[in-house]
């Protein structure tokens, strides 16, 4: 969320506390698929090519060849009857890890009311130790620890571009499970657990249980449909989803449709009890035909009742992908009264397109938010308004586009534009990924935002008057560094 905004709330009062994995087929969109487990995913890094992103499969340990038999042997020999040694499994098989290292340096707009320290700078260090083993034949476990020790300006905080294991807070994951060791003005450090999960599989039944990412969402970048835990639009590092406290139930009709069945545990934001109000209970069936996936949504999720769909495939060649859902708000979880807000729709939908030619990517999305606000001056009001664990997009009209290319296979450089074209305030982000070495990146970018700044502080409320909702955001030069283990 912007800086300003964040200031503002803090000025207005309290506000509800905040809180792509690549989009598969209906067979393999409702998670029944074999019960490998899946290694680290590759990052799409912000700037972002508005496609979900992929995964990198982990590397693999070749064992050495082993000796050719003896083929002299002794008519006495007699062929064993034990049945053959099992492969050993190793440690590596099992256990993974990996290490983030991200700086920034902010510069904000000369502001004394908003920014009184001036520039600042956003340091994250994050490390992780991954579990991913098979125990029997239909059971598999996964875990995601994180280790995070960070420094942030009071301002900007960890949210948005930058946010981070640590700085992720959605209704749906309880804060037990994470422990501060450090906490000193801008500096904080802490240890958690960000996923941890069951999974049961049976022919095409799957059972999920306790901590794991969800994302129904089949745009990359506008994700109207990820309710559960999900990145900013202008997120620099979406490796790892968030995971959130459920269980799901997934199962597949023939080879083309899947039905999923999930539910969500949420908690108070202020006291992180268990709250109906804040818990889901949703449902997605999908079924590819004519080229596409079509795919129907709904449920309760916080705060609201959801109804939607999308669909993702291919004309030709360009890739289309569209999603939408209308919400009919429920505050106390205890059925619609007039007290609750205006029934909203929003949409979102673009078109993608891959070349051969140095492997570039270009796409495009646009988003239409009916409960945004329709000007400045109703910024704040409309952030006070926002669900618990939604997306913070306070106007009505966005455009997003991006461009990526291979420069050489180990250097690969792309550009994003975001435009709240409400305000026409905007977001342009430059960044190139080199491969340093397996498993290994170092990612440099920045973003220069534009747009309308502060408008003066209302003298009665002390609530500042913003002029566009990206104008005050800082110009951000990053660099960040990989490891994966």
């Known amino acids: 969320m912007n800086p300003a905004v964040v200031l503002a709330l803090t000025l207005a009062g309290p506000e509800p506390e905040p809180e792509q994995d690549e989009q598969q087929s209906a067979w393999e969109a409702a998670g ?10 590759v990052d799409i890094t912000a700037p972002v090519e508005i496609i979900p992103p992929s995964e990198a499969v982990a590397p693999v340990e070749v064992a050495a060849p082993t000796e050719p038999p003896d083929t002299a042997a002794s008519a006495w020999d007699q062929p064993s009857a034990d049945p053959p040694a099992k492969d050993k499994l190793k440690v590596g098989d099992v256990l993974m890890g990996s290490l983030r290292l991200t700086g920034s340096y902010l510069h904000f707009d000369d502001e004394p009311a908003l920014f009184p320290s001036g520039d600042d700078a956003l340091l994250v260090t994050v490390a992780r130790i991954l579990v991913e083993a098979d ?37 749906y994951r309880t804060r037990y499970l994470s422990w501060s060791y450090w906490e000193s003005g801008a500096v904080l ?50 490796i790892y989803k968030p995971g959130v ?21 949420g908690y108070d934001p202020q006291s992180d009890r268990p709250s109906w109000a804040h818990t889901a209970v949703f449902t997605r069936a999908a079924i590819v035909g004519g080229g596409f996936e079509w795919a129907v949504l709904g449920g309760k999720v916080s705060q609201r009742w ?29 059925g619609r009264d007039e007290d609750d807000q205006p029934i909203y729709g929003r949409v979102a939908a673009g078109p993608s397109m891959m070349f051969a030619w140095q492997n570039a990517v270009l796409s495009a999305e646009y988003l239409y938010a009916s409960d945004g606000a329709a000007s400045p001056s109703k910024y704040i009001d409309r952030a006070l308004a926002g669900y618990t664990d939604d997306q913070p997009y306070l106007g009505r009209h966005y455009v997003a586009a991006a461009f990526g290319l291979e420069i050489i296979p180990i250097l690969r450089a792309s550009v994003t534009g975001l435009v709240n074209a409400t305000d026409g305030s905007g977001l342009a982000g430059v960044s190139a990924v080199y491969s340093v070495a397996d498993e290994s990146d170092l990612i440099l970018g920045v973003f220069v935002p534009w747009g309308r700044g502060l408008r003066g502080i209302d003298p009665v409320t002390a609530i500042p008057n913003l002029g566009s909702e990206l104008g005050l955001s800082p110009l951000s030069v990053y660099l960040e560094a990989r490891v994966f283990f």
Request: charged share 15%; net charge negative; hydrophobic share 40%.
């Open 32 to 41: 029944w698929g074999a019960p490998e487990p899946e290694p680290p995913p």
């Open 245 to 265: 406290d459920a269980v799901r139930l997934s199962a597949g009709i023939g080879p083309t449709a899947s039905v999923d069945v999930v539910g969500v545990l």
């Open 189 to 238: 450090g802490q240890l958690g657990v960000d996923r941890a999960s069951m999974r049961l599989s049976f022919d095409s039944i799957n059972l999920d249980i306790g901590r794991f990412p969800i994302t129904y969402a089949v745009t990359g970048m506008f994700t109207t449909n990820d309710f559960f835990a999900p990145f900013s639009a202008t997120a620099v590092n979406r």
């Open 306 to 334: 959801v109804a939607g769909g999308s669909l993702q495939g291919d004309a030709g060649p360009i890739n289309l992908r569209a999603e939408f859902h209308v919400g009919f708000p429920d505050a106390e979880g205890d």
């Open 135 to 171: 125990a029997g034949e239909h059971v598999h476990v996964s875990f995601n620890g994180f280790g995070e020790l960070a420094r942030s300006p009071l301002a900007g905080g960890l949210s948005g571009s930058f946010a981070s294991a640590g700085s992720t807070r959605s209704a």
